[in-house]
């Protein structure tokens, strides 16, 4: 994962200048904290491969008087966004592709990022199988080498994160179902606790007499 | 490789009034001698209603649930003469009666099929196989966590089933005794080609399983095929543990 597809999708939803995408990506990805210097190689990372492109003729409004560069998506730019958004997400770094896809996901992209996030639950559970094979072929009793308990070790601080990154997961695609449902766009109905109408609370405050 | 027991594209919902909660969607999974499959999920996600529909427990609302080949509900009186005989089912909670030993508890599925001396009999063989014999003549209530579990998967084995199916066998155990429950359920798989089917509380118990799987909003996610290296052709010559 890198900055260039954070800083792409905000340029595809509004053609903006460096320093504007840079504010905008900190209000939007604040838990990344990306420095403005990461901004600007990105763009210009995107604009070499023609992903995006620089107008410096334009006079924004509220620029003082100063040239900026505005940078737009081209066509080539938004199918590359596309392509991220819909490919695999690392595993490596947890949830940190995945949380960014999500952020800069538009409404009608959640269907297929739930379809997403079950792929990626897959992957999770197939990395769980292969460490159980690792673990059936590792030799029995009480007397390990070093090795082989440290190995452990490693398998089992693996299988909590995994653990996490499942739930974490689970958790994702619940709340997109939940939008989807309450925005009208799912015909699924989501699986949460107290789906049925509310009624009001009995008032603990007696009325006046 | 032919399954113990499949359940194909099964679904169940419960309903509060009019409003209906799906506990299992489209869930299909096949079960093989000598394979253990652990599902993880969180709480009510929906394990036990999948090992009760499973074990014939519980109907589904859709799809099949057939052993050895055979749609359940083909079956007279249905899927639930085999619980107890082809299939077995660990209980958690134990005998009503905290006083009754151990072996009787083992015993108990045998009596009335067999003679009180030869259900003993197998009950304490059981009780030997998976490694609390000396708890035989001890009383329920003097039991410890782990031994209590042990003692339900004696119970659980003592009429030679086929497919063993276990509710999180290993909740409330020490990680000492949620391994060698593991290893003891995986043993069971691979040296007598029983198919096993549990829940687990946690994710690091599904490290002795042969097939992994997790569960939440009734969908099941399960690994793909094991290198088979433990599934036995089914009919397979049970061996003894």
Not at chain 2, 108 to 131: D, F, H, I
Request: proline share 6%; charged share 25%.
């Amino acid at each position: 994962m890198a900055s260039k597809h954070a800083v792409l999708g905000l340029v595809i939803e509004r053609p903006d200048y460096g320093y504007g995408l840079y504010k905008r990506l900190a209000d939007r990805c604040a838990p990344w904290a990306w420095s403005r210097p990461a901004v600007y190689a990105a763009l210009e990372e995107l604009s070499s491969a023609k992903l995006v492109s620089a107008d410096e003729s334009l006079y924004p409004a509220g620029s003082g008087g100063h040239a900026r560069t505005i940078y737009s998506a081209t066509p080539g730019g938004v199918s590359f966004f596309d392509e991220w958004m819909f490919g695999p997400s690392a595993l490596e770094a947890p949830r940190r592709e995945l949380e960014l896809k999500l952020v800069m996901a538009r409404p009608h992209e959640l269907p297929r990022l739930v379809e997403m996030s079950l792929a990626q639950e897959q992957d999770c559970v197939e990395r769980i199988a292969a460490l159980a094979r690792e673990a059936r072929r590792a030799p029995g009793g009480s007397q390990h080498a070093w090795g082989e308990v440290a190995a452990r070790l490693v398998r089992d601080t693996e299988v909590k994160q995994l653990r996490l990154r499942v739930e974490w997961l689970q958790e994702a695609r619940s709340t997109m179902k939940l939008f989807l449902h309450q925005h009208g766009t799912a015909p699924v109905r989501p699986h949460v606790l107290g789906a049925g109408p509310h009624e009001p609370f009995p008032s603990l405050v007696h009325p006046p007499e | 490789m032919a399954a113990l027991l499949s359940l194909t594209h099964t679904s169940k919902s419960y309903w509060r009034g009019p409003h209906e909660t799906v506990v299992l969607d489209d869930v299909s999974l096949d079960v093989r001698a000598g394979e253990m499959i652990a599902i993880w999920g969180r709480r009510g996600a929906g394990k036990t209603t999948l090992l009760k529909v499973a074990a014939g427990l519980e109907p589904p609302d859709r799809g099949i649930v057939s052993f050895q080949g055979r749609d359940v509900r083909s079956r007279r009186p249905g899927l639930g003469h085999l619980l107890g005989t082809s299939i077995g089912w660990v209980q958690r909670s134990g005998p009503l009666s905290e006083g009754m030993l151990a072996i009787e508890y083992v015993a108990l599925p045998l009596l009335g099929r067999v003679s009180r001396r030869e259900a003993l009999r197998r009950a304490s063989a059981s009780l030997g196989q998976v490694g609390v014999r000396d708890c035989a003549r001890s009383g329920w209530s003097s039991l410890t966590d782990g031994e209590r579990t042990l003692v339900c998967i004696a119970h659980a084995l003592v009429r030679e089933p086929r497919l063993l199916i276990a509710d999180d066998p290993t909740a409330n155990l020490d990680i000492l005794q949620r391994e060698e429950v593991i290893a003891l359920l995986a043993a069971a798989a691979e040296q007598r080609g029983l198919g096993v089917l549990m829940t687990v509380p946690d994710m690091p118990e599904m490290l002795g399983a042969h097939r992994v799987g997790s569960l939440s909003e009734g969908g099941l996610i399960l690994s793909q095929d094991d290198d088979g290296e433990n599934v036995i052709d089914f009919p397979g010559k049970q061996r003894s543990l």
